[in-house]
């Protein structure tokens, strides 16, 4: 009963900007660590930007200082700002959270549906 959304992607010129949100809801206790993660055509999903609680963050080496993953703990919401966009970011994008449905539960990793980033030069 949680549900991951995305939304934002888009078609943009490189060098341009996008911003993705991801809102989480159902029965939420608590949300831990927030990621994005993306997978381009014929490569593997890899890890684009993690957020924990408390607000601290990681980034792969490709995105850095272009990227910045922020997030909303009131509205169960993480974002992903990219700026200075290149053709290789060019993927599908997907959210991705740990959450606790309940105080007696264990976390459970839930993912949203994804959403198309493409980048034309």
């Known amino acids: 009963q949680v549900r991951l959304v995305e939304s934002g992607g888009g078609l943009v010129q490189t060098g341009g900007s996008l911003s993705l949100s991801c809102a989480a809801s159902g029965r939420i206790y608590v949300i831990n660590d927030m990621r994005w993660y993306r997978q381009a055509p014929g490569k593997q999903r890899e890890l684009v930007a993690r957020?924990?609680?408390?607000?601290?963050?990681n980034y792969a080496d490709s995105i850095k200082g272009r990227f910045t993953i922020s997030r909303d703990n009131d509205k169960n919401t993480v974002y992903l700002q990219m700026n200075s966009l290149k053709s290789e970011d060019t993927a599908v994008y997907y959210c991705?959270?740990?959450?606790?449905?309940?105080?007696?539960?264990?976390?459970?990793?839930?993912w949203g549906q994804g959403t198309q980033v493409t980048v034309s030069s």
């Open positions: 991705n959270a740990d959450i606790r449905s309940d105080y007696y539960e264990t976390s459970y990793t839930y």
């Open positions: 957020i924990t609680r408390g607000l601290s963050t």
